[in-house]
């Protein structure tokens, strides 16, 4: 079955960096877009970032400039390097693959101010 397990979420202060890590399996990870989502308390989940088999990318307006999505298809893994973070990206962060729209458990981010 599909499985999706995210890392490296954590708390850090506003300008500092995290990186997280998505390890997928039960499927052909590299014929599949996959992409990092967020909710913050009292919103809706919102697309973060998004990266398609062929390694195109497209990012939401909020994060551009700051965060780069990134793939290994020998791994399995899709890789969020965020930067310069500010305290309105606190938020559990999920990963998503589009075969069968699973997600992952979630890492919590947590940037103070």
């Known amino acids: 079955q599909v499985q999706l397990v995210e890392s490296g979420g954590g708390l850090v202060q506003a300008g500092g960096s995290l990186r997280l890590s998505c390890a997928a399996s039960g499927f052909t990870f590299r014929a599949y877009t996959m992409a990092w989502y967020r909710q913050a308390p009292g919103k809706q989940r919102e697309l973060v970032a998004v990266?398609?088999?062929?390694?195109?990318?497209n990012y939401a307006d909020s994060v551009k400039g700051r965060f780069t999505i990134s793939r290994d298809n020998a791994q399995n893994t899709v890789t969020l390097q965020m930067n310069n973070l500010k305290p309105e990206d606190t938020a559990v962060y999920y990963c998503?693959?589009?075969?069968?729209?699973?997600w992952g458990q979630g890492t919590q981010v947590t940037v103070s101010s």
């Open positions: 990266i398609s088999s062929g390694g195109s990318t």
């Open positions: 998503n693959e589009r075969y069968r729209g699973s």
